[in-house]
Nanobody
Framework: VQLVESGGGLVQAGGSLRLSCRAS????????MGWYRQDPGKQRELVAAITSGGGMTNYADSVRGRFTISRDNAKSTMYLQMNSLKPEDTAVYYC??????????????WGQGTQVTVSS
């Protein structure tokens, strides 16, 4: 499975961005997906996660009510709509996918990351 993020950039505080993560390869094996972020010198943290069918979502307390995660399995794409952005949201955002295949078992895949910078 290969994951490619897009949609990052520079935005002013209070603005919005939408990140996309397009999956390719064995996309049939993808179960849960998520968005993580990492600031230099800090640990990578979970921002939001979504189940395979999109029926359940989970958010970090710091983004709940401002960010919305969704996925379109027909397009093999996951999204993160980020509204009311704050300077503390500045980080590299990574796409994550959990897969399962009978032969290889469970695996975790990461995208290359996309920079989000929020200016005050």
């Amino acid at each position: 499975v290969q994951l490619v993020e897009s949609g990052g950039g520079l935005v002013q505080a209070g603005g919005s961005l939408r990140l996309s993560c397009r999956a390719s390869g064995s996309t049939f094996s993808i179960n849960a997906m998520g968005w993580y972020r990492q600031d230099p010198g800090k640990q990578r943290e979970l921002v939001a996660a979504i189940t395979s069918g999109g029926g359940m979502t989970n958010y970090a307390d710091s983004v709940r009510g401002r960010f919305t995660i969704s996925r379109d399995n027909a397009k093999s794409t996951m999204y993160l709509q980020m509204n009311s952005l704050k300077p503390e949201d500045t980080a590299v955002y990574y796409c994550n996918a959990e897969t399962f295949e009978p032969k290889s078992g469970s695996n975790t895949y990461w995208g290359q990351g996309t920079q989000v910078t929020v200016s005050s």
